[in-house]
């Protein structure tokens, strides 16, 4: 006999047909639902993005149905992978079963029928051991990053009695048409089969299995399309908003911030009102799931301040939620009566605690963004509001009137390359590199030996490079991160007239901040060039033999990623070869690194802001470096070195630790530096 199965067994004609019309239920309920976040979604500025479909789709396969992002946490990634995919064969299945039932059809059958069989059995176990998984974290272990709501308990409920009771409805069956009749059919399906024999032996009475087999069936029906209708309205929307989120991320470098067009419109200065945010940004609060991989990433959160991006991400939907339906009745709402974004419904301090490290970018498994959230809100108090910290303001004035952010500063543009005889093109150099100093790599004591030595290796590798001297200007990366648009703008398009000036067109940084300025933002302004970190150009040398080190390191080091360097713009491997390079030296890794790195806390305009609140995250990761047991922090950023090094001296760690700048630890490995040939 054909192996296959009668459908709607033991449901009549009310089973059969009662589905279809709970279905056009469900869907009506479900898009309305969907509807009406959309809506909210449309009162933000711009629109979903369509450009680059390709690599939109492609994106979308990777971190969504591949589970890209959320592998990278392999207990929570393998357990939504079960749960995800477990319903993705179940959906199949019952596509399935209608094609065979109600299109009649007839692939159900046979040896086809048996390995479907097989098949549902081992995705839906496969749900359920996801589902004990995902109980289990967040009722017995309880991480901190997940706060557990009535809602999810719900969710997980659901999904679990759907699953179960899918079980039981096909043990029933089983026992009463397959375990005596068809025994060789029934081992197809393992966990039914094992099921059917225990209540085979239970309930030996054909009525009582029946009848057990039709409660089953009507509540696993019932239960499946209650989960159903959630993912228009609760928890599980975000099996669609997640997936939109995805696909609509922003494919712009993560290094560069939307320019404000108009400064004239003082509704346009940054986010006041949650009509401010992009659209995207809006989606992202439906989008977010709670689960806490931004939080458990943020330095700032970590060190004991009041930030949380989750939190900021949900209070923000709060907002929307609440005020919302008012500015779509009212299109023309001007907003009285509604509470400003920053500095009532996200406070003060949290907005000022973001460093603008990236981590909870990088963290989120789903794309989205808080920190450009947060530094839209920084631009409404900064350019509105004026609530800006003192010392910041500080930096700011000093941008202003000295092109440069540390107000109080003795030495000079130039003091850094005093006695290494650099050409400037202000003094006509013609040079094929541009070596951009930058404004920490100037001016503070300790990064100008750290670009002098940076300097001594170009050279000596045959670089052709020259330097522009006081005609270099503040890229106005710390004024765009701490909100001053304007400032930033005024600055880019200064250094960008310099540049056509020269008629530069290659440029090598120090600073990882003005490596990701010049190279992602100043496009922006019609400023194109070739930009490279020195790290970058380091590596290169090394690799073609223009530098040989010969000497010896002697000693355990450990490199700690610059934020801007390796989160922003994935240069996590030039500094790395750099080191590995040096005779002698010994690399380990702090295990928060590359992707996961923790950020050094100058980040954001954090540098120049007084530490009030939590602990100091400088200290927090020299500490990190000690536990290595390394002798030796290296960066390639001048504040992480300017921060690492204050942090070794805060604690009292200068007998067992040293800050070095990356360009210092290959000088040390050099004995005689000798130009390339």
């Known amino acids: 006999m054909n192996p296959t199965r009668e459908i709607f067994w033991n449901v009549g004609a009310l089973g059969h047909w009662t589905p279809y019309i709970l279905m056009v239920l469900m869907l009506a309920g479900v898009g309305y639902g969907i509807w009406r976040r959309w809506s909210l979604w449309s009162l933000g500025r711009g629109g979903p993005a369509f450009d680059r479909i390709g690599e939109r789709l492609k994106g979308f396969l990777i971190y969504g149905p591949a589970h890209g992002r959320l592998l990278v ?3 929570g990634g393998v357990m939504h992978l079960l749960i995800f995919w477990g319903f993705v064969a179940l959906f199949i299945g019952t596509t399935l079963v209608f094609i065979h039932e109600d299109l009649r059809i007839h692939i159900l059958q046979g040896t086809f029928y048996l390995y479907f069989s097989f098949f549902l059995d081992l995705f839906g176990l496969g749900a359920i051991v996801g589902i004990l998984m995902a109980a289990g974290r967040r009722y017995l272990v309880r991480p901190d990053k997940l706060d557990n709501r009535l809602d999810n308990a719900v ?40 099921l059917a024999n225990l209540f085979y032996g239970w309930i030996p009475q054909e009525a009582s299995l029946r009848m057990w087999h039709t409660v089953s069936w009507w509540v696993h029906m019932l239960a499946s399309y209650g989960l159903q209708v959630y993912v228009g309205w609760f928890f599980l929307s975000h099996i669609v908003y997640s997936g939109l989120s995805i696909f609509f991320r922003n494919l712009e470098p993560q290094g560069a911030l939307a320019p404000i067009t108009d400064f004239k419109a003082k509704e346009s200065l940054g986010a006041g009102r949650i009509i401010d945010l992009p659209w995207k940004d809006l989606l992202d609060l439906d989008a977010c799931t709670r689960c806490g991989r931004c939080q458990e990433g943020c330095p700032a959160y970590a060190s004991g301040k009041p930030l949380s991006p989750k939190k900021v991400v949900q209070d923000l939907k709060a907002h929307l939620t609440a005020y919302g339906p008012r500015w779509l009745a009212e299109r023309a709402f001007s907003g009285e009566g509604v509470p400003i974004l920053g500095g009532e419904t996200v406070s003060y301090d949290e907005l000022w605690a973001c460093t603008t490290c990236g981590n909870c970018h990088q963290q989120c498994p789903v794309f989205i963004q808080p920190m450009g959230k947060i530094l839209e809100m920084r631009r409404h108090m ?22 440069h952010p540390w107000a109080g500063a003795q030495a000079t543009r130039l003091d850094w390359a005093d006695g290494l005889e650099l050409g400037e093109f202000s003094q006509g150099a013609e040079a094929e590199y541009l070596v951009w100093a930058g404004c920490t790599s100037a ?59 020269y008629d530069i067109k290659k440029v090598i940084t120090l600073c990882p901040h003005c490596f990701n300025t010049l190279k992602n933002e100043y496009p922006q302004f019609g400023g194109r060039y070739q930009v490279f970190h020195y790290s970058q150009v380091l590596s290169q040398l090394l690799n073609d033999g223009r530098l040989k080190p010969n000497g010896s390191f002697n000693g355990l080091a450990t490199y700690h990623d610059a934020c801007y360097l390796g989160r922003y713009n994935g240069q ?45 995250i400088n200290e927090m990761r020299v500490q990190q470096a000690a536990g290595t047991g390394a002798s030796s922090i290296a960066t390639a950023c001048p504040f992480c070195l300017q921060m690492m090094d204050a942090g070794i001296k805060d604690q009292k760690m200068e007998g067992r630790l040293r800050a070095m700048d990356l360009s210092q630890v290959l000088e040390e490995g050099l004995s005689k530096p000798e130009s390339g040939r």
Not at 582 to 587: D, K, R, T
């Open 73 to 75: 946490q392999l207990f």
């Open 155 to 194: 969710t997980l409920s659901l999904i679990f009695v759907v699953l179960a009771t899918g079980y039981l409805v096909e043990a029933f069956r089983m026992a009463s048409t397959e375990l005596a009749q068809h025994p060789d059919w029934a081992l197809w399906s393992p966990v039914g089969y094992q």
């Open 382 to 403: 900064a350019l509105v509001q004026g609530k800006l910290d003192a010392t910041a303001q500080g930096a700011l004035l000093s941008i202003q009137k000295r092109a």
């Open 443 to 501: 001016l503070v004591e300790l990064n100008a030996k750290a670009a002098a030595a940076t300097a001594r290796l170009l050279k000596a590798g045959g670089v052709n490079f020259a330097i522009l001297g006081d005609e270099e200007a503040c890229t106005g990366d710390p004024a765009r991160r701490m909100g001053n648009e304007y400032l930033f703008q005024l600055m880019a398009r200064r250094n960008i007239k310099t540049f056509q000036k």
């Open 572 to 616: 996590y491997n030039p500094p790395r070869e750099v080191l590995n390079s040096v005779p002698g030296l010994s690399l380990t890794e702090m295990p928060l690194s590359r992707e996961r790195s923790f950020c050094c806390g100058a980040g954001g305009g954090r540098v120049w802001m007084e530490e009030k609140l939590g602990r100091r």
